[in-house]
DNA sequence: CTGCATCCAGCGCGATACTG
DNA sequence: CAGTATCGCGCTGGATGCAG
């Protein structure tokens, strides 16, 4: 679905509170502090472990792990092992994995676009509101 | 921008990830706890704070107040005070507010689409995977 | 190379009580 | 009705060390 034009979401009553909660779900999911960075390094297809680790750059090995695995555990990552030696694991996204990526790109667009209309919003209110 | 087709992001090279960090900052905002409810509830128009929090339900007073503050500071929220006894305040979307709503409707729809993948993807894996 | 376990600091967020 | 202040718990996430 959400084929060319309007989204069909209902208008603002209760009932559209209760969709929330799986979207909030999820959106905690795509906020999390990596897993948007771990969709982009992987857009481009399978890559090692320390290989995304290198790309990220700012990323604990704690939480590659932890990412990764709850991604796997989503479906919209798949993990790889080749029992060679020393040991290679490559992550690649599913086809879920990859449905994601439209969305996830859309909110950036929006977020690279307005970037600087929000940092000076926030410049201008934390000016009329000093340390409010 | 964001015209009809194709996505432009950049592929996977290491400047792409420079790009994340704006981008990690907002979906931090959207993808905290209440922001969503929140744009969904004011898609309709300007409401009062009970209001709102009526509308969400389980949301506190605190983090109501936090968070509609924080996108106030974002630019995306317009608070209105009526001097009125008792007091009255109205909240309601900016332009880039709304402009946020149609990104964010996006990830909704994939979320409320995908859900019972997601969730049958997770038993899957749990299953497998007996709490580790 | 991959990835788990442990420890620990910070803050997200809810509960509660109080003000104009 | 709208908003602030305080407290406390739990989770997030970084650092470090160990193992296959």
């Known amino acids: 679905m959400s ?9 603002h009553n209760d009932s559209l509170l209760e969709l929330c ?16 960075m771990i969709v982009m390094a992987l857009k ?4 090692r472990f320390n290989d995304i680790k290198r790309a990220i750059g700012t990323i604990s ?3 590659l ?3 990764l695995k709850s991604m796997e555990r989503d479906g ?18 599913t086809a879920l994995g990859h449905s994601l990526r439209e969305p996830v790109e859309r909110l950036s667009l929006w977020a690279i ?17 000093p340390q409010g």
């Open 21 to 36: 909660r799986p979207v909030r779900r999820i959106l905690a999911r795509v906020g999390d502090k990596w897993s948007v």
């Open 3 to 11: 084929q060319g034009g309007t989204l069909m979401l209902p208008e």
């Open 44 to 47: 481009g297809g399978p890559r």
């Open 113 to 129: 676009e307005h970037e600087a209309a929000i940092t000076k919003a926030q410049s201008r209110f934390d000016a009329l509101d």
């Open 76 to 93: 919209s990552v798949k993990r790889t092992v080749y029992p060679t030696k020393p040991p290679r694991v490559d992550y690649e996204l």
């Open 61 to 63: 090995q704690r939480m």
């Open 65 to 67: 792990t932890l990412t």
